[in-house]
């Protein structure tokens, strides 16, 4: 296992430490410890059940914590709610696309935006609709006439109009073609570049190393390496921890 290094900033806008969590019995997060920085884009990269998700949900409070700390923004937030959490700008887009499929595109906008006491005004509605053309044109129609894409598109939309410090993506890129998966990753750096946090958990290495400024290989439950994504770029510890082995 690789030395973990120091935060290089004080206070980092999200800190987790030392986070177990479990199903039941069975523990599946044995410590986990990770940071990011203001205005930084992390990756978590890791096989499936590494514990990705389970981590992302722990943090937030959607899962308990069985153990461990989370700070954000200077704030120790381990026993916040989610909603509060949501509040506070920490926004999270699930794994599998969770939309109101009743609801008007819009509609799933406007309330995502009040989830976290912010108003979906004009001029946000029509910065989505500019990256997301695929639901401007369904702009009045219920979600669930949505495509699967279309649906992992707005939910993806319904974390930006949140106005969050920090985005955290829970695979994003399933089911979607590797162009939309593209401009969705475009669009998560154009907002790193405007101050947002992101952290983004994907499958998809090459493209998350693209655009990402720092990642932690996650495997059963722990974090087991962290480099700068240049440093990963052809590194062979991706491959052990993807195309067979452990990570020494
Ligand atoms: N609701 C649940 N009940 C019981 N076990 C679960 C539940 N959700 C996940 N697990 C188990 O917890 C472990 C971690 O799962 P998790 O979904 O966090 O992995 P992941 O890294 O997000 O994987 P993927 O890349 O497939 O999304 C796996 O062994 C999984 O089977
Ligand atoms: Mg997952």
Redesign the pocket.
């Known amino acids: 296992m690789s030395a973990m290094r120091e935060a290089p900033d004080p206070s980092p806008l999200l800190a987790v430490n030392g986070l177990v969590a479990a ?2 019995k ?1 523990e ?1 997060l044995h410590g986990v410890t990770f940071h990011v920085g203001r205005g930084e884009f992390v990756s978590i990269l ?10 992302v ?1 722990a943090l937030s409070g959607l899962l308990p914590k069985r153990a461990g700390s989370v700070h954000f923004a200077g704030a120790d937030v381990t026993l916040s709610s989610p909603r509060a959490l949501v509040r506070a700008g920490l926004i999270q887009v699930l ?1 599998g696309h969770r939309v109101f499929p009743s609801l008007t595109v819009e509609d799933n906008l406007t309330v995502a935006a009040a989830a976290a006491g912010q108003r979906a005004t004009r001029s946000h509605l029509a910065d989505i609709y500019g990256v997301f053309s695929e639901i401007a044109d369904k702009r009045h129609q219920p979600a669930a006439g949505l495509s699967g894409g279309q649906q992992q598109i707005l939910a993806v939309a319904q974390g930006m109009i949140a106005q969050p410090r920090l985005l955290i993506l ?2 994003p890129s399933l089911g979607l073609a590797p162009i939309v998966v593209d401009r969705i990753l475009s669009v998560m750096a154009q907002l790193r570049r405007q101050g947002v946090a992101i952290l983004l ?1 994907e ?1 998809l290495f090459d493209k998350a190393l693209a655009h990402s400024d720092r990642c932690y290989l ?1 495997e059963t ?1 722990r974090m087991v390496h962290e480099a700068t994504s240049p440093e990963l770029v052809g590194n062979d510890v991706l491959h052990r921890a993807f195309l067979g082995g452990h990570v020494a």
């Open positions: 199903y039941g069975a599946v890791g096989r499936n059940g590494a514990g990705k998700s389970t981590t949900c794994q829970d695979e958990i499958q996650m439950g």
